[in-house]
């Protein structure tokens, strides 16, 4: 299967001789940065009930589920997961992100024609139709429905950073898919994914029809003893031995972090890579405050001296999140 990647590529280990840096704490590839496929067991709590309650209304056969929480808390770790997750017998999937606001709804149409061509043989029969308006759209999607409804499947579309597909179109054209789906047998549902305010204010925005067919599942943030539990699972997961994944980090370091961190997964996990270059450049075995003090130093310095603010912005359109069609 061909892996197509959206999110930035697995950072390179830093390899500071004599050992290397992966060699001194004995894992095969950065633990913090980089995409990492979590299974179940390993996810955090507030992660944990989250996937239940979004796992169960996928096979209940909600349309519309969304699920918001703060930056860090794991959504776009749980898009991954439901994508990974959702039953074969019961589900195809399509795991995909808007590239920035003023996306086309027009782009999931080719998508989900796209699917239909390669997963499951359906050629369209009016390919122009595709680029047309919403009702045309969808009478050339109707083979591939007509296709799940036969295997009794259903599409799930998730969607990480959610919150760009906003705006009347999009509320349109998903309610427009969704009715389309419920003439036969509901065979389309919608994931979304995202920062609670950006979802709170596109479903809000929606028209009553719509909204009153959405699911909202909150994301909630990581306590303390899942952010500590975070630093281990993701020493774990890049090979590190279970025992030692534990002693790496004193008590007095992973507080340290997680009060700097501020609840977010992301920023924590920055600062714990940069912590373990510290600690590595000064050969201790175990990270201490002080390399937390360091690190916190080096991303105030880095801000600091950003003189040009980052401007760049992604491109309007639909693309493939880590997984293929």
């Known amino acids: 299967m ?72 794991g959504s776009t ?63 050339a999607l109707a083979p591939v429905f007509d296709v799940l409804r036969n295997q009794q499947k259903r599409l799930a579309l998730i969607f990480d950073n959610a919150g760009l597909l906003s705006g009347e179109p999009w509320a349109a054209y998903i309610l427009a898919v969704i009715r389309q789906g419920e003439l036969i047998d509901g065979v389309v549902q919608f994931f979304l994914f995202g920062h609670e305010d950006g979802l709170h204010q596109i479903v809000s925005s929606w028209p009553k029809s719509l909204e009153a067919r959405a699911m909202r599942i909150p994301l909630s943030a990581p306590s303390e003893a899942d952010q500590a539990r975070w630093i281990e699972n993701r020493l774990i997961l890049a090979g590190c031995n279970e025992n030692l994944a534990r002693s790496f980090f004193s008590r007095a370091a992973i507080q340290r972090a997680i009060s700097a961190s501020g609840q977010n997964l992301t920023r924590l996990g920055k600062l714990a890579e940069r912590a373990m270059i510290e600690a590595f450049m000064a050969g201790s075995r175990q990270v201490e405050v002080q390399h937390i003090a360091s690190a916190l130093g080096q991303e105030s310095a880095k801000a600091a001296s950003a003189a040009v603010p980052n401007t760049q912005k992604g491109m309007p359109g639909l693309m493939d999140l880590l997984k293929p069609i």
């Open 77 to 139: 770790l749980l898009a991954r997961w439901l994508y990974d997750s959702l039953p074969e017998s019961t589900h195809h999937a399509m795991l995909l992100a808007p590239g920035a606001a003023g996306t086309d709804p027009s782009a999931l149409t080719s998508r989900i024609a796209d699917f239909g061509r390669s997963k499951l043989g359906v050629a369209m029969a009016d390919p122009a139709a595709l680029n047309g308006p919403v009702r045309g759209q969808l009478i």
């Open 2 to 73: 061909i892996d197509n990647h959206f999110s930035e590529p697995d950072a390179q280990i830093p390899d500071h001789s004599p050992s290397g840096f992966a060699t001194f704490w004995g894992v095969r590839h950065s633990p913090f940065f980089g995409r990492v496929d979590v299974p179940a067991h390993l996810l955090l709590e507030n992660q944990r009930s989250t996937a239940t309650r979004v796992l169960i209304a996928a096979q209940e056969g909600a349309p519309v589920i969304s699920v918001g929480g703060r930056d860090g808390a």
